[in-house]
């Protein structure tokens, strides 16, 4: 065999097999994020905000999720979180696909999405952004919340 036959095969078997080892590695990938998906996702149901009604706060107590159900044979509560602006309370509903959590305002076409963790205890809201350009007034930053015997009484 040519030289240069050689050299084109080995070549194009060098690149099938970059391509198999890129395909592989990127399932692998997507196999670990939609079990860790999962996983968070049974947490959140279970565990945490979504879980039952309960009251979360904030470690500075400038927001809340206050988790309610919405009948009585509901699997998972309604979460509605509060952050305040000011003097005022602004309502957002608050729901989760994967790791994304979605808030929306009750008084506006706003979104605002960011990454969540859950370890057990702790509720933790980071990376939030938003597509309003005044925000609301919302700090855009990371929020840790714990379960507390508080009950969120709107500011009143």
Same mark, same amino acid.
């Given at each position: %065999?040519?030289k240069?036959?050689?050299?084109? /095969?080995w =070549?194009i078997?060098?690149v @099938?097999?970059i391509?198999?080892?890129l $395909?592989?590695g990127? %399932?692998? #990938?997507l ?10 996702g049974?947490?959140? $149901?279970?565990e945490?905000?979504w879980s039952s009604?309960?009251?979360w706060?904030s470690? !500075?107590g =400038?927001? #809340? @999720?206050?988790?309610? +159900?919405?009948?009585?044979? !509901?699997? %998972?509560a309604?979460?509605?979180a #509060? +952050?305040?602006?000011? !003097?005022?309370?602004?309502?957002f509903d608050? *729901?989760?696909v994967?790791?994304?959590?979605y ?5 506006? !076409?706003?979104l605002?999405?960011?990454? %969540?963790k859950?370890d057990g205890t702790? +509720?933790? /809201?980071?990376? @939030?952004?938003?597509?309003d350009? *005044?925000a *609301?007034? /919302?700090e855009?930053?990371?929020y840790? #919340? ?6 969120? *009484?709107?500011?009143?």
């Amino acid at each position: %065999m040519k030289k240069k036959t050689k050299i084109i /095969i080995w =070549s194009i078997v060098a690149v @099938l097999l970059i391509a198999i080892l890129l $395909v592989v590695g990127f %399932m692998t #990938y997507l196999a670990i994020a939609w079990r860790h998906n999962g996983e968070l996702g049974h947490a959140l $149901v279970t565990e945490g905000p979504w879980s039952s009604e309960k009251t979360w706060v904030s470690e !500075d107590g =400038s927001s #809340y @999720l206050v988790a309610e +159900f919405a009948q009585e044979d !509901d699997t %998972m509560a309604g979460v509605t979180a #509060y +952050f305040k602006v000011g !003097d005022n309370w602004n309502a957002f509903d608050a *729901n989760f696909v994967s790791n994304i959590l979605y808030l929306e305002p009750l008084s506006s !076409d706003a979104l605002y999405t960011g990454n %969540m963790k859950f370890d057990g205890t702790t +509720f933790t /809201i980071k990376n @939030l952004e938003t597509n309003d350009d *005044n925000a *609301n007034g /919302i700090e855009i930053r990371k929020y840790n #919340y714990t379960v507390t015997d508080e009950v969120f *009484n709107g500011g009143e």
